[in-house]
């Protein structure tokens, strides 16, 4: 953005001085652009040290066989990504993941949206209720997952106490093959939930309220009619950005794995940024994790390219 | 179809009186316009009608069909935004036909795909179609059907919008300042579809705006309305040369009417600016008496004569066929404005003593509170006042 700026502010400047500023004008047209590229600088230098060379790094990395803290390394090519597609564990995980993402989204979109119609229903408390339901998000997930951990705990955890108490069948929540992605991807759904909440308040706050009323007007006044006549379709460009965004966060899962269930039990737990951190930091098969990596960032890659062109072409009214 | 009799209307939001007990008539087939300055409350008597809101005592009957309490689905009447309030993500096909499917389809019926399989739905959505095209021929957006609004240009989405409320045919049209997003040009063109929309369509409409020009210009009759009350209803020509209030003088005419501050001399007689008017208004002597004097109300005195008073120039403004000239007149609130046809005003210099004569029979008489005073004889004679 900022060389183009300062080279279309320096083209505004030029049209408006006339031969008798010719002097500074002549001078202007070198220093501004310098002054541009060197506005520019710092942003650009940070960018470039802690992500694109990083990048580069990795995809150079995926190429060779280099372990961490070895002295040599030797290029391999392409081997790297044959063994990460042929791997059952990377299958494992990236069908994990899939699973875990597509349990996610729809739950925190979902119950984000009701939640935000509910709040936004009520005249009291809105504040209140906003704030309760956005603490998941903002807390430490570690300390969280602690939390969890007490809750699901099979003989201690309230929740099997609750669900005993009420009759409902109890398990090992974390440590059960059939439960624990589930479970986990609760948690996710608990944890984003609020982001989605706030993103979609705001996004019911900026309908105008004369659509509301010319629906009342036209006939669409019953809740069926008003939700989709008038706040889904105007919701959707923020939809649209709130899917993708929960959606990267669901595939970087992390942390609760590490905590919680390490990959276990066997490897019904395991995703792809936990694989990715058991081959290259405890394996130390640095080559092979630049491989995951590079498959992991180009998911991420599409993701965004397809919020970009969706939202471009449907989803943008004005 | 039938009037619109509203009763004792009031509304307030939280301490603030917005609408004070307002009754009004309107006839079938009226083209009435609430006039006044923003805030005055002729949004909110919109959207009463419209069953937006809902007033806090009165009632309001169409015809003989009482409306209170009916969802405004339920009412007849069809609406205009300013802001024109069409849906975004539909076509313009479908934003004009949403009134008809919300009416005639059942919720199952209006379904995607399923819906268009379900018995009877598709001759029914057949008649919308052919409906919405002959409405969108007669507004001239027929080959517009396809596009969103966002590729509309104002006076297109106007069109969209008044498009949207005709496809019902409802008894009454409110307008909410349906051309005040509009630049100037498209303003006078769409003010007269508008007028042409109502003579062809014989329904009632009621038009709400802070435009005196498109109040005078569009309507049967004019109701003026401030701070929450009606001040006047009235023809528009009888608005502006006959207002029954201050403020309805001085929101109607442009440029301001002028206002000149006079006292009382005896019955018969008021003290304004060194002369003493002979007039037919009885008030008690020294009573501060507010004079109206429209600009065209002055002329350049005739030699000789003495119904005179004068002020310096202050400024001259060149309207084309007409000058304003603006005068410092002892007496009166602001610069006295008066209008003058170009020819007479060659000579005029700023700072000059410009002697203007009364017109006497255009003076309008106010009382302290603005109320207006009327004369049944007005001014016949002007005598100089004797100072000392």
């Not at chain 2, 069109?159 to 300042?177: H, I, K, Q, S, T």
């Given at each position: 953005?900022?060389?183009?700026?300062?080279?279309?502010?320096?083209?505004?400047?030029?049209?408006t001085s006339g031969p008798a500023r010719l002097k500074t004008s002549v001078i202007d047209r070198f220093s501004e652009p310098i002054a541009a590229y060197l506005f520019v600088l710092p942003g650009a230098a940070l960018l470039t040290i802690l992500f694109i060379l990083p990048v580069i790094a990795i995809f150079v990395i995926a190429t060779t066989n280099w372990t961490f803290g070895s002295?040599?390394?030797?290029?391999?090519?392409?081997?790297?990504?044959?063994?990460?597609?042929?791997?059952?564990?990377f299958r494992i995980s990236f069908l994990n993941t899939i699973v875990y993402v597509l349990i996610v989204v729809p739950g925190t979109i979902g119950l984000g949206l009701l939640i935000a119609l509910l709040i936004e229903a009520r005249q009291s408390l809105r504040g209140f209720y906003r704030a309760i339901h956005f603490l998941p998000f903002m807390a430490t997930l570690a300390a969280t997952a602690v939390a969890w951990e007490m809750l699901l705990h099979?003989?201690?955890?309230?929740?099997?106490?609750?669900?005993?108490?009420?009759?409902l069948p109890t398990a090992n929540w974390l440590r059960d093959e059939k439960t624990v992605l589930p479970v986990l991807a609760f948690i996710g759904i608990w944890q984003n939930l609020g982001f989605a909440m706030v993103l979609f308040l705001a996004g019911l706050k900026a309908i105008p309220i004369d659509l509301y009323q010319a629906?009342?007007?036209?006939?669409?006044?019953?809740?069926?009619?008003?939700?989709?006549?008038?706040?889904?379709?105007?919701?959707?460009?923020?939809?649209?950005f709130v899917v993708v965004v929960v959606a990267i966060r669901a595939f970087e899962v992390f942390d609760t794995i590490a905590i919680l269930t390490q990959g276990g039990p066997g490897r019904a737990s395991e995703v792809l940024l936990y694989t990715l951190y058991r081959e290259s930091f405890e394996y130390l098969r640095t080559g092979y994790g630049a491989a995951v990596t590079v498959v992991f960032l180009g998911i991420i890659v599409t993701l965004t390219l397809a919020q970009v062109g969706v939202m471009e072409k449907r989803v943008h009214y004005a | 179809m039938a009037g619109l009799s509203i009763s004792g209307v009031s509304k307030g939001f939280g301490s603030v009186r917005v609408l004070k007990e307002i009754s009004l008539e309107i006839e079938d087939g009226e083209f009435l316009t609430i006039l006044g300055p923003s805030g005055c409350g002729k949004s909110t008597l919109l959207k009463i009608l419209a069953g937006l809101e809902t007033q806090d005592s009165g009632s309001i009957f169409l015809g003989k069909r009482q409306l209170d309490g009916l969802r405004p689905k339920h009412r007849d009447v069809a609406m205009v935004f300013q802001s024109y309030a069409l849906y975004p993500h539909m076509t313009v096909a479908g934003n004009i036909a949403l009134p008809l499917r919300m009416r005639r389809l059942k919720t199952w019926q209006r379904l995607p795909l399923l819906g268009a399989l379900l018995p009877g739905t598709a001759a029914i959505r057949k008649a919308i179609a052919a409906e919405v095209s002959r409405?969108?021929?007669?507004?001239?957006?027929?080959?517009?059907?396809?596009?969103?609004?966002?590729?509309?240009?104002?006076?297109?989405?106007?069109?969209?919008?008044?498009?949207?409320?005709?496809?019902?045919?409802?008894?009454?049209?409110?307008?909410?300042?349906?051309?005040?997003?509009?630049?100037?040009?498209?303003?006078?063109?769409?003010?007269?579809?508008?007028?042409?929309?109502?003579?062809?369509?014989?329904?009632?409409?009621?038009?709400?705006?802070?435009?005196?020009?498109?109040?005078?210009?569009?309507?049967?009759?004019?109701?003026?309305?401030?701070?929450?009350?009606i001040l006047q209803v009235a023809r528009p020509q009888d608005i502006y040369a006959d207002p029954c209030d201050l403020r309805v003088a001085e929101f109607v005419g442009s440029p301001k009417i002028n206002i000149i501050e006079g006292r009382m001399h005896r019955d018969g007689l008021i003290d304004v600016a060194g002369l003493r008017l002979p007039v037919d208004?009885?008030?008690?002597?020294?009573?501060?008496?507010?004079?109206?004097?429209?600009?065209?109300?002055?002329?350049?005195?005739?030699?000789?004569?003495?119904?005179?008073?004068?002020?310096?120039?202050?400024?001259?403004?060149?309207?084309?066929?007409?000058?304003?000239?603006?005068?410092?007149?002892?007496?009166?609130?602001?610069?006295?404005?008066?209008?003058l046809p170009l020819e007479r005003t060659s000579g005029i210099q700023l700072g000059e003593l410009l002697e203007l004569g009364l017109r006497p029979g255009q003076l309008l008489f106010f009382d302290a509170d603005g109320r207006r005073i009327r004369t049944s004889s007005s001014v016949t004679r002007i005598e100089r006042r004797a100072f000392g």
């Open positions: 953005m900022m060389p183009s700026s300062g080279i279309s502010g320096h083209a505004a400047h030029a049209a002295a040599n390394l030797s290029f391999v090519g392409m081997r790297n990504f044959r063994e990460v597609f042929a791997d059952s564990v099979p003989t201690m955890g309230l929740v099997n106490q609750a669900f005993s108490a009420l009759g629906a009342d007007i036209d006939g669409a006044d019953g809740w069926f009619d008003r939700l989709s006549a008038v706040t889904l379709p105007m919701l959707a460009p923020v939809s649209m | 409405v969108a021929a007669a507004l001239g957006i027929d080959r517009l059907l396809d596009r969103k609004p966002a590729q509309l240009s104002g006076g297109q989405r106007q069109r969209v919008a008044v498009g949207r409320a005709m496809v019902r045919e409802p008894a009454v049209f409110l307008m909410d300042e349906p051309l005040s997003n509009l630049d100037a040009k498209l303003r006078v063109q769409m003010r007269a579809e508008i007028k042409e929309l109502h003579r062809r369509l014989g329904t009632t409409f009621i038009y709400v705006t802070h435009d005196q020009t498109e109040a005078m210009t569009l309507s049967d009759r004019v109701v003026v309305m401030a701070d929450g009350e208004v009885t008030a008690a002597a020294g009573a501060r008496i507010l004079i109206g004097v429209r600009p065209e109300a002055l002329g350049l005195a005739e030699p000789g004569s003495n119904d005179v008073i004068s002020g310096r120039v202050r400024l001259i403004e060149h309207m084309g066929s007409d000058v304003f000239v603006h005068v410092e007149m002892p007496g009166a609130s602001g610069l006295f404005v008066v209008r």
